[in-house]
């Protein structure tokens, strides 16, 4: 027996030896074949084991990349479908099929003329490669070429009658024009010659019922099931059909059979949930997911239509704890990563803004590719003002999912915010060029050009939105700006015009033509309109604000007061109308109703930077330093997330004499605002004049290094520069960069004390004396001023 087992091992041993002795193409090639057969048999996870150890030995084997890119199709990951589909055409273009494969993603993704290039190399090769024909037929439909595109489908149908796609995509055009009857004529023509083709089936049911001819939208249902009787997800569309016609019992009827023979299959007990959930049947629905849950306790799908149930109701604590009982029983994996993802979400609409975050890192930690988890990352980041970590969370999705137009547009946002409205500018640019229907890019990229004074661009940006949504009324009002902006009084004529006729109570419309009316001198009529608007949104700040300034111009104080109060009378929680009555009494030189009506602002809305600002200023002004200080004290107490007041406290700080304690306010400015240039450049300079260490010297170069450029030529930001490169040593640097900006500083007492003290260093005692000159006898109270006496004092 012993002899025995050992032949057999020595048999086996030698079998393998004998295969890993085959040559490098033998081993590719077997790798290879296994690979295709297995995907032919729809065993994706192992075919692509096979295919990737056929790469392994041959890392340039075209055909490998090719059926891994059909993998990647047929399980719906495009974007690793275009990946590997590109790398088998670039090492050989003659693989035609991943060439056609490649244009219908590019046609998908609305490259019509690259999937039309995609299709003319294939012809180019083979003429009549049909499924070549077809992807050239859809981008002639979608360039809305139709008639050449009917060329080539009547052709294809003519030579092969039983080829579906032609009669499909013929179809579809129909329906999209609208054309039912024609849409059906195309699918039975096809059903002729193949009547058990499922997907025109259930075409030709969508039609009719489309076209509310029911009764026949149900034979092609029953129809289809008869075919294939085995088969519960076509049951499943009968189901849905009959929840859609209210045929109630009958669908609950078939789910419920389906349920009891299929009891294994968790999906059939979501979709009777689903059912109910249509149904309004609030209580069905709950009982159906819990005894799910309780018979499949793994199975993460049953937990996500119960919380995305609880969800919609607005019951956050429900989803969330449906969610995190699912976690404990499954406690890593995908639908672990999923499930974190969607309480995460939900923690997002509470503004649970840390934990989100926390949670965001977590899945990325286990799986750091997690598209959604950076997509949700980036928003938080984006939410607490970190725009540069949101850019680069959105880059990292666009690396994974270039076609992604949600973090494309989120990235575009995220550059403004950040103060780079070029890179802004690019990435709607590249958006709309991807994505030519991509409404809110357009908008966003017409904001800027606005922004810019670029207004014809920004029109042409918003009339291809018209194009596409004739009544969208924020473009309407738009193009009516624009045209103000632009004097162009026919044409804001024309547009609040337009607007009124779509809808009459538009109060911008009413207040474009008072605007109007006011440049043509008609300022009763001015008035007018801008009383009706006030009239149809009585919290109109821009109304408000043009009538009493009307009345400001007209020398009637009193009467601008009077009619912000009638304003405020009817909208009382109007923070902007208590600002604008502050104004009116400070104007007066009433500084207690000025102070009084700026703090009702506040007590309406925290947050309302103008009344916070207001009141800074006006401390500023009526108090001493230290009382400024104190009052700036309790604004931020009450207001701990505005930045500017912290930006005004530390300003008071320096002119008190007091540095240190202005630095920490302006990092915490820069932490939250890293585009502030005063913050940056207050730093930078502390940091040159108070602690000109090594390190602190390249912190403060960085800081202001960004801004030099941005606001070039600033007094400012380039005698900070000197000071630093003086501190550095750097003498004829510091002189060289403050002469440039000679005629600017010149009045400066600090500039000219800076420019001395250079000089000084590089001995030129007569320049010294002549700036240190100026600085010390300027009255203005500067850092250095006794260094500044002291080396006079010395020459």
Same mark, same amino acid.
């Given at each position: 027996m012993r002899l025995r087992g050992c032949t057999v091992l020595c048999t086996i041993i030698s079998c393998l030896l004998v295969l890993s002795c085959g040559s490098p193409d033998e081993r590719k090639m077997n790798f290879y074949n296994k690979g295709k057969e297995l995907y032919e048999k729809g065993d994706?996870? #192992?075919?692509?084991?096979?295919?990737?150890?056929?790469?392994?030995?041959?890392?340039?084997?075209?055909?490998?990349?090719?059926?891994? @890119?059909?993998?990647e199709l047929k399980e719906k990951n495009w974007q690793k479908a275009f990946g590997a589909l590109n790398k088998a055409v670039e090492l050989d273009p003659e693989l035609l099929d991943a060439q056609v494969a490649i244009g219908n993603l590019l046609l998908g993704a609305k490259e019509i003329e690259k999937a039309q290039e995609k299709a003319d190399y294939v012809l180019s090769k083979t003429p009549e490669d049909e499924r070549a024909l077809i992807l050239r037929a859809s981008c002639l439909i979608a360039m809305e070429k139709i008639q050449e595109a009917e060329e080539i489908l009547h052709a294809l149908i003519l030579k092969?009658?039983?080829?579906?796609?032609?009669?499909?995509?013929?179809?579809?055009?129909?329906?999209?024009?609208?054309?039912?009857?024609?849409?059906?004529?195309?699918?039975?023509?096809?059903?002729?010659?193949?009547?058990?083709?499922?997907?025109?089936?259930?075409?030709?049911?969508? &039609?009719?019922?489309?076209?509310?001819?029911?009764?026949?939208?149900?034979?092609?249902?029953?129809?289809?099931?008869?075919?294939?009787?085995?088969?519960?997800?076509?049951?499943?569309?009968?189901?849905?059909?009959?929840?859609?016609? =209210?045929?109630?019992?009958? @669908?609950?009827?078939?789910?419920?059979?389906?349920?009891?023979?299929r009891p294994e299959d968790e999906r059939f007990r979501i979709a009777l949930a689903r059912f109910y959930l249509e149904e309004g049947?609030?209580?069905?629905?709950?009982e159906i997911l819990n005894q799910a849950i309780k018979e499949f306790p793994e199975k993460?799908?049953?937990?996500?239509?119960?919380?995305?149930?609880?969800?919609?109701?607005?019951?956050?604590? @429900?989803?969330?704890?449906?969610?995190?009982?699912?976690?404990?029983?499954?406690?890593?994996?995908?639908?672990?990563?999923?499930? =974190?993802?969607?309480?995460?979400? &939900?923690?997002?609409?509470?503004? #649970?803004?840390?934990?989100?975050?926390?949670?965001?890192?977590?899945?990325?930690q286990e799986n750091p590719k997690d598209v959604r988890a950076h997509q949700l990352k980036g928003d938080m980041l984006a939410t607490k003002q970190d725009y540069a970590g949101a850019i680069s969370e959105y880059r990292t999705v666009l690396n994974e999912e270039p076609q992604n137009n949600l973090a494309a547009m989120n990235l575009g946002r995220a550059h403004l915010l950040n103060n780079e409205p070029l890179l802004a500018e690019d990435t709607f640019k590249n958006l709309i060029e991807r994505n030519p229907d991509a409404i809110r890019a357009r908008m966003a990229l017409a904001d800027i050009y606005r922004g810019k004074g670029n207004f014809d661009q920004a029109n042409e940006q918003l009339e291809k939105v018209l194009e596409k949504i004739p009544d969208n009324k924020k473009v309407l009002e738009a193009i009516s700006e &624009?045209?103000?902006?632009?004097?162009?009084?026919?044409?804001?004529?024309?547009?609040?015009?337009?607007?009124?006729?779509?809808?009459?109570?538009?109060?911008?419309?009413?207040?474009?033509?008072?605007?109007?009316?006011?440049?043509?001198?008609?300022?009763?009529?001015?008035?007018?309109?801008?009383e009706d608007a006030l009239l149809k949104n009585p919290d109109y700040t821009p109304a408000l604000a043009r009538l009493v300034n009307m009345k400001v111009k007209g020398n009637d104080l009193d009467g601008a007061i009077k009619r912000c109060r009638q304003q405020i009378d009817k909208s009382t929680e109007n923070s902007s109308y208590y600002v604008m009555l502050a104004?009116?009494?400070?104007?007066?030189?009433?500084?207690?109703?000025?102070?009084?009506?700026?703090?009702?602002?506040?007590?309406?809305?925290?947050?309302?930077?103008?009344?916070?600002?207001?009141?800074?200023?006006?401390?500023?002004?009526?108090?001493?330093?230290?009382?400024?200080?104190?009052?700036l004290k309790m604004l931020r107490e009450k207001n701990p997330e505005n930045i500017g007041l912290a930006l005004l406290m530390a300003?008071?700080?320096?002119?008190?004499?007091?540095?240190?304690?202005?630095?920490?306010?302006?990092?915490?400015?820069?932490?939250?605002?890293?585009?502030?240039?005063?913050?940056?450049?207050?730093?930078?300079f502390y940091y040159a004049e108070y602690e000109p260490t090594e390190d602190n010297l390249k912190k403060a170069e960085e800081l202001i290094k960004p801004f030099l450029k941005k606001y070039e030529g600033n007094v400012s930001l380039v005698d900070t520069r000197a000071w630093i490169y003086y501190r550095q040593g750097e003498y004829e640097k510091a002189r060289d960069l403050l002469l440039s900006v000679k005629a600017k500083g010149k009045d400066m007492a600090v500039f000219n004390y800076h420019l001395g003290i250079a000089y000084l260093k590089l001995g030129d005692h007569k320049q010294a004396r002549d700036y240190l000159e100026v600085a010390t006898n300027s009255k203005e109270v500067f850092p250095g001023k006794l260094e500044a006496e002291k080396a006079l004092k010395s020459l």
């Amino acid at each position: 027996m012993r002899l025995r087992g050992c032949t057999v091992l020595c048999t086996i041993i030698s079998c393998l030896l004998v295969l890993s002795c085959g040559s490098p193409d033998e081993r590719k090639m077997n790798f290879y074949n296994k690979g295709k057969e297995l995907y032919e048999k729809g065993d994706f996870v #192992k075919a692509r084991l096979e295919l990737k150890n056929s790469l392994q030995i041959d890392p340039k084997f075209a055909p490998a990349y090719h059926i891994l @890119g059909m993998i990647e199709l047929k399980e719906k990951n495009w974007q690793k479908a275009f990946g590997a589909l590109n790398k088998a055409v670039e090492l050989d273009p003659e693989l035609l099929d991943a060439q056609v494969a490649i244009g219908n993603l590019l046609l998908g993704a609305k490259e019509i003329e690259k999937a039309q290039e995609k299709a003319d190399y294939v012809l180019s090769k083979t003429p009549e490669d049909e499924r070549a024909l077809i992807l050239r037929a859809s981008c002639l439909i979608a360039m809305e070429k139709i008639q050449e595109a009917e060329e080539i489908l009547h052709a294809l149908i003519l030579k092969n009658p039983k080829n579906a796609e032609p009669y499909l995509l013929l179809a579809a055009y129909r329906i999209k024009q609208k054309d039912m009857v024609a849409a059906a004529d195309v699918i039975r023509r096809l059903l002729a010659h193949d009547e058990k083709n499922q997907k025109a089936r259930l075409m030709l049911a969508d &039609i009719l019922e489309k076209n509310n001819d029911l009764q026949n939208a149900l034979t092609e249902y029953k129809t289809i099931i008869q075919q294939d009787p085995e088969n519960n997800d076509l049951k499943l569309l009968l189901a849905m059909f009959y929840a859609r016609t =209210k045929r109630i019992d009958e @669908g609950e009827k078939i789910l419920k059979d389906i349920i009891s023979s299929r009891p294994e299959d968790e999906r059939f007990r979501i979709a009777l949930a689903r059912f109910y959930l249509e149904e309004g049947k609030d209580e069905l629905l709950k009982e159906i997911l819990n005894q799910a849950i309780k018979e499949f306790p793994e199975k993460y799908a049953v937990y996500q239509m119960l919380a995305e149930y609880f969800d919609a109701k607005n019951d956050m604590a @429900g989803a969330v704890g449906v969610l995190d009982s699912f976690m404990e029983k499954v406690r890593t994996g995908p639908d672990y990563l999923r499930a =974190k993802l969607f309480k995460a979400a &939900i923690l997002a609409k509470e503004k #649970k803004y840390d934990e989100v975050l926390a949670l965001a890192e977590e899945v990325l930690q286990e799986n750091p590719k997690d598209v959604r988890a950076h997509q949700l990352k980036g928003d938080m980041l984006a939410t607490k003002q970190d725009y540069a970590g949101a850019i680069s969370e959105y880059r990292t999705v666009l690396n994974e999912e270039p076609q992604n137009n949600l973090a494309a547009m989120n990235l575009g946002r995220a550059h403004l915010l950040n103060n780079e409205p070029l890179l802004a500018e690019d990435t709607f640019k590249n958006l709309i060029e991807r994505n030519p229907d991509a409404i809110r890019a357009r908008m966003a990229l017409a904001d800027i050009y606005r922004g810019k004074g670029n207004f014809d661009q920004a029109n042409e940006q918003l009339e291809k939105v018209l194009e596409k949504i004739p009544d969208n009324k924020k473009v309407l009002e738009a193009i009516s700006e &624009i045209a103000i902006a632009q004097g162009k009084k026919d044409k804001v004529k024309e547009y609040s015009d337009r607007l009124l006729r779509l809808d009459p109570n538009s109060w911008v419309a009413l207040f474009h033509k008072g605007l109007l009316a006011l440049s043509e001198g008609n300022t009763n009529e001015a008035a007018t309109l801008f009383e009706d608007a006030l009239l149809k949104n009585p919290d109109y700040t821009p109304a408000l604000a043009r009538l009493v300034n009307m009345k400001v111009k007209g020398n009637d104080l009193d009467g601008a007061i009077k009619r912000c109060r009638q304003q405020i009378d009817k909208s009382t929680e109007n923070s902007s109308y208590y600002v604008m009555l502050a104004k009116l009494f400070l104007s007066k030189k009433d500084v207690e109703l000025g102070r009084k009506n700026l703090e009702l602002a506040l007590s309406k809305n925290p947050n309302n930077e103008e009344a916070l600002l207001t009141l800074a200023r006006l401390a500023l002004i009526s108090r001493s330093n230290v009382e400024a200080i104190n009052e700036l004290k309790m604004l931020r107490e009450k207001n701990p997330e505005n930045i500017g007041l912290a930006l005004l406290m530390a300003q008071l700080y320096e002119a008190g004499g007091e540095p240190k304690k202005a630095k920490p306010l302006y990092e915490e400015v820069l932490s939250r605002r890293s585009d502030s240039p005063v913050a940056a450049n207050n730093l930078a300079f502390y940091y040159a004049e108070y602690e000109p260490t090594e390190d602190n010297l390249k912190k403060a170069e960085e800081l202001i290094k960004p801004f030099l450029k941005k606001y070039e030529g600033n007094v400012s930001l380039v005698d900070t520069r000197a000071w630093i490169y003086y501190r550095q040593g750097e003498y004829e640097k510091a002189r060289d960069l403050l002469l440039s900006v000679k005629a600017k500083g010149k009045d400066m007492a600090v500039f000219n004390y800076h420019l001395g003290i250079a000089y000084l260093k590089l001995g030129d005692h007569k320049q010294a004396r002549d700036y240190l000159e100026v600085a010390t006898n300027s009255k203005e109270v500067f850092p250095g001023k006794l260094e500044a006496e002291k080396a006079l004092k010395s020459l």
